[in-house]
């Protein structure tokens, strides 16, 4: 179950990640620097730990799993409005990091950090995966469409998400 638990919490920081470079896209400058760099280093996190099979930096990922939330409240108390910091999106991103760091900071109290000597089968592996998939697209995507982001992806020229039927009602004599 403790390998799980670790994809879970690497899908987490990967969802915060896109949650957190597409907020990094429509932000001031400072900001965009700010998420981008979190988004990134969440990203290489995420990576790390599924490669590793265990929790990088477990001692201080739970404190920089906060940070994004950090720089969230820095910038609404600089006056920033909502459609630059969206509340939705981040609001679902502090969720992902609140997640990833109070799940490794049990595995740290638990002790539980290191790697696991067994690993579950296939199909349970194969499973759980999924399973994480789905929870991080039930968070993440609809955040990711509160962005600018996400909607400009959504009207751009390139979003045909209506239905156009030209239906002829009159059949020539039919």
Do not use: K, Y
């Amino acid at each position: 179950m403790r390998h799980l638990v670790r994809i879970w919490t690497a899908m987490a920081a990967f969802g915060a990640a896109l949650i957190h470079l597409a907020v990094a896209a429509s932000a001031p400058m400072p900001l965009l620097i700010a998420f981008a760099v979190a988004g990134l280093a969440e990203i290489a996190w995420a990576v790390a730990t599924l490669i590793r099979g265990c929790f990088t930096l477990p001692r201080v990922v739970p404190v920089l799993a906060l940070i994004p939330s950090a720089i969230w409240a820095i910038g609404v108390s600089a006056g920033n409005s909502s459609s630059t910091l969206p509340f939705l999106a981040l609001g679902a991103g502090t969720a992902l990091g609140v997640f990833v760091a109070v799940t490794v900071a049990l595995e740290n109290r638990r002790g539980l950090a290191r790697a696991e000597t067994t690993e579950p089968g296939a199909g349970r592996n194969l499973l759980g995966f999924v399973a994480g998939a789905f929870l991080m697209a039930a968070v993440a995507l609809p955040a990711l469409g509160q962005t600018q982001a996400g909607i400009a992806a959504s009207e751009g020229p390139h979003a045909h998400h209506s239905v156009d039927l030209n239906i002829d009602l009159d059949h020539g004599g039919h």
